[in-house]
C-alpha cells in the first residue's frame, strides 16, 4: 500500500507541473504559453489557442549573406527600408570594395548589387532622392535592403529617422 500511495503522488506531482505551465481557458486551450529558444531566435506564442511563431534577432546575430550579382539589368528596382551607418566603429575601416570607409561620401552598402554600382535612392516620406555608389556589403540586421552613409542619410533626411523607406533604382554608367 505504500507504494501506491508514493505512485500516486508522484503523479499527482508531475500533473501539477505540467499544468502549471499554462493557464486554461473553458476549451481546455492555454491562454498564454511561450517557449523561447536560447538568443530569443525563435519564440512561439500560444493565446487563446491560436499559435504564432515570432523570429527575433540577437543584437549581434547577422543575417546570412545573400549571393552577390554579377550584373544588374538597367530595370532593376527595389522597395524596402534604409538605414545609415558610419559611426566610430566603421571610420577607418576598408570598405567590400577596399575603399576607406569615409562618412563624407556618398557610398552605401547592399548584399547583392555588384560593388561600383550607381543607383539613385528615393525617400517618398521626405521627397528627396540622392545619388550613391555601393562599395560595401550590408545590412545585415532585420528586413533592411541598404545602408547609407551618413553624408547620403543627411540628405535624404534619414539622419533623425533612423530607417525609412525607400525606392532604389539602377543607373546607367556615366548618369547621374
Given at each position: 500500500?505504500?507504494?501506491?500511495?508514493?505512485?500516486?503522488?508522484?503523479?499527482?506531482?508531475?500533473?501539477?507541473?505540467?499544468?502549471?505551465?499554462?493557464?486554461?481557458?473553458?476549451?481546455?486551450?492555454?491562454?498564454?504559453m511561450s517557449r523561447h529558444v536560447r538568443h530569443g531566435?525563435?519564440?512561439?506564442?500560444?493565446?487563446?489557442?491560436?499559435?504564432?511563431?515570432?523570429?527575433?534577432?540577437?543584437?549581434?546575430?547577422?543575417?546570412?549573406?545573400?549571393?552577390?550579382?554579377?550584373?544588374?539589368?538597367?530595370?532593376?528596382?527595389?522597395?524596402?527600408?534604409?538605414?545609415?551607418y558610419g559611426t566610430r566603429r566603421e571610420i577607418g575601416?576598408?570598405?567590400?570594395?577596399?575603399?576607406?570607409?569615409?562618412?563624407?561620401?556618398?557610398?552605401?552598402?547592399?548584399?547583392?548589387?555588384?560593388?561600383?554600382?550607381?543607383?539613385?535612392?528615393?525617400?517618398?516620406?521626405?521627397?528627396?532622392?540622392?545619388?550613391?555608389?555601393?562599395?560595401?556589403?550590408?545590412?545585415?540586421?532585420?528586413?533592411?535592403v541598404i545602408d547609407l552613409s551618413p553624408a547620403a542619410?543627411?540628405?535624404?533626411?534619414?539622419?533623425?529617422?533612423?530607417?525609412?523607406?525607400?525606392?532604389?533604382?539602377?543607373?546607367?554608367?556615366?548618369?547621374?
Amino acid at each position: 500500500m505504500p507504494d501506491f500511495l508514493a505512485w500516486g503522488l508522484s503523479c499527482l506531482l508531475v500533473i501539477c507541473l505540467g499544468l502549471s505551465c499554462g493557464v486554461s481557458d473553458a476549451h481546455g486551450a492555454s491562454r498564454h504559453m511561450s517557449r523561447h529558444v536560447r538568443h530569443g531566435v525563435h519564440h512561439v506564442v500560444i493565446r487563446h489557442g491560436v499559435s504564432t511563431t515570432h523570429r527575433h534577432h540577437h543584437p549581434l546575430r547577422r543575417l546570412p549573406g545573400l549571393p552577390a550579382m554579377k550584373t544588374v539589368s538597367s530595370t532593376w528596382s527595389q522597395h524596402g527600408l534604409a538605414s545609415w551607418y558610419g559611426t566610430r566603429r566603421e571610420i577607418g575601416h576598408r570598405t567590400a570594395s577596399g575603399d576607406m570607409f569615409d562618412p563624407g561620401a556618398m557610398t552605401a552598402a547592399h548584399r547583392q548589387l555588384p560593388l561600383g554600382t550607381r543607383v539613385r535612392i528615393r525617400a517618398p516620406s521626405t521627397g528627396r532622392s540622392v545619388v550613391v555608389t555601393i562599395n560595401d556589403r550590408g545590412p545585415y540586421r532585420g528586413r533592411r535592403v541598404i545602408d547609407l552613409s551618413p553624408a547620403a542619410a543627411r540628405e535624404l533626411g534619414l539622419l533623425d529617422r533612423g530607417t525609412t523607406m525607400v525606392d532604389i533604382t539602377t543607373l546607367p554608367p556615366g548618369e547621374g
